[in-house]
Nanobody, 124 residues
């Protein structure tokens, strides 16, 4: 069974930082583009960031550019999301995703594999 396990969520004040981690249970994921999506209360799930298997290409939604940084671990089946300068509007459940697709300009990002999600709450 394939698993993506997230950790690192929590409660932080506006302007603070959090680092999310995601570990995949299979080395197969080392060859996939991995990423993060989020879903705020009453809203649809949205793309946040992604990184190719090599780590050479990264993608961000406009609202987090300059504040969030995605990276992969040396084993390539782990992915991190460093979130700085957090804002209340970043409050959401954050989902790790693997085999992310639709990252071209005209695409709608999605993924084939999902984690269970970790709550991030930013207080004002």
């Amino acid at each position: 069974q394939v698993q993506l396990v997230e950790s690192g969520g929590g409660l932080v004040q506006a302007g603070g930082s959090l680092r999310l981690s995601c570990a995949a249970s299979r080395r197969t994921f080392s060859s996939y583009t991995m990423g993060w999506f989020r879903q705020a209360p009453g809203k649809e799930r949205e793309f946040v960031s992604a990184i190719t298997w090599s780590g050479n290409s990264t993608y961000y939604t406009d609202s987090v550019k300059g504040r969030f940084t995605i990276s992969r671990g040396n084993a390539k089946n782990t992915v991190y999301l460093q979130m700085n300068s957090l804002k209340p509007e970043d409050t959401a459940v954050y989902f790790c995703a693997a085999r992310v697709y639709g990252l071209a300009d005209s695409g709608l990002p999605g993924a084939n594999y999902w984690g269970q999600g970790t709550q991030v709450t930013v207080s004002s």
